[in-house]
């Protein structure tokens, strides 16, 4: 059985994004083996820079469905991941794999971390509700975390407060929202992001969460530059980064091993000089 994901605030965890393409959407999309071999090519990229931990997300796929995806959205994503783990095969101390399946089908991706090794899913919208793109979304916490309890025990969930590019249907404090998510909505780590991807979180909202929530593993989830560390790491246990790893800092170019590379670096000289 693979072992429950343990964050620290000792060590940053930190979580590489690999944005799929389109997963066999439309004519004219690319074949999904080009879709694959990019996705293995990053991962390893990742791997060999030192990330813990990749994260596969169908980004490619907007517009993207509110909950449930189509069934060959879960067998695409499952075939990728199961490829990305062979191809980690005779790695010292491989990354872990997480699933996001935008926008918000946990159970879909809970069922492609257990057929495929995961060990984390990403949630948006676990508890609450939220106003996005893709309409009215509500959190379905009492139906995943009973899913992964059964299928896939070890499994963690890390969820987002106010995930980005939506809004709460009500106006509540975010304290209160934060707490609900892991006391009540039972997640293994909150995840804090500014309100669009690539924007960089609000530094007085993640210390107001660290204050509420001392025990709760923090995720800083999107914007994070490594310039940032000394504003977040005293805050947080880990991080997720996808846009700034990218040739030029463009969320729609590959990634760059040397922004990689230089990132890891950054995170670790930190947390040595601390």
């Known amino acids: 059985m693979i072992p429950k994901i343990q964050l620290s605030s000792d060590r940053c965890f930190l979580i590489g994004m690999v944005h799929l393409g389109p997963i066999f959407e439309g004519r004219g999309m690319p074949p999904l083996e080009d879709v694959e071999q990019q996705a293995v090519e990053e991962a390893l990229v990742l791997a ?41 095969k005779g790695k010292k101390n491989p990354p872990s794999i997480g699933i996001n399946v935008m926008r918000n089908d946990s159970m879909g991706a809970i ?4 057929a495929a090794g995961g060990s984390f899913i990403r949630t948006n919208v676990h508890t609450g ?30 969820a987002d407060v106010r995930v980005k590019h939506a809004a709460p249907l009500a106006e509540r404090p975010l304290k209160q929202e934060a707490i609900e998510l892991w006391k009540r909505g039972r997640a293994d780590a909150i995840i804090l992001t500014g309100a669009q991807t690539g924007d ?5 909202e993640l210390r107001g969460l660290r204050q509420a929530l001392p025990h709760c593993p923090l995720i800083a989830g999107s914007g994070v530059t490594p310039e940032q560390m000394s504003q977040l790491l005293p805050y947080i246990e880990g991080i997720i980064v996808g846009t700034w790893l990218k040739e030029d800092g463009d969320v729609g170019n590959p990634i760059s091993s040397e922004r990689a590379n230089h990132f890891v670096k950054a995170v670790r000289s930190y947390e040595k000089n601390r």
Do not use: W
Request: hydrophobic letters at 45%; aromatic letters at 8%.
């Open 48 to 88: 060999d820079a030192g990330f813990d931990a990749i994260m596969i997300e169908n980004l490619g796929d907007a517009p993207y469905y509110p909950d449930q995806v189509p069934p060959h959205t879960i067998a695409g994503m499952t075939r990728i991941a199961m490829s990305i783990q062979a191809a980690f």
């Open 129 to 158: 509700v939220m106003v996005t793109d893709q309409g009215i979304i509500h959190g379905k916490a009492h139906l995943s975390s009973r899913y992964r309890d059964q299928f896939h025990p070890n499994c963690s969930i890390f």
């Open 111 to 114: 069922a492609i971390c257990a």
């Open 200 to 204: 960089v979180i609000v530094p007085h």
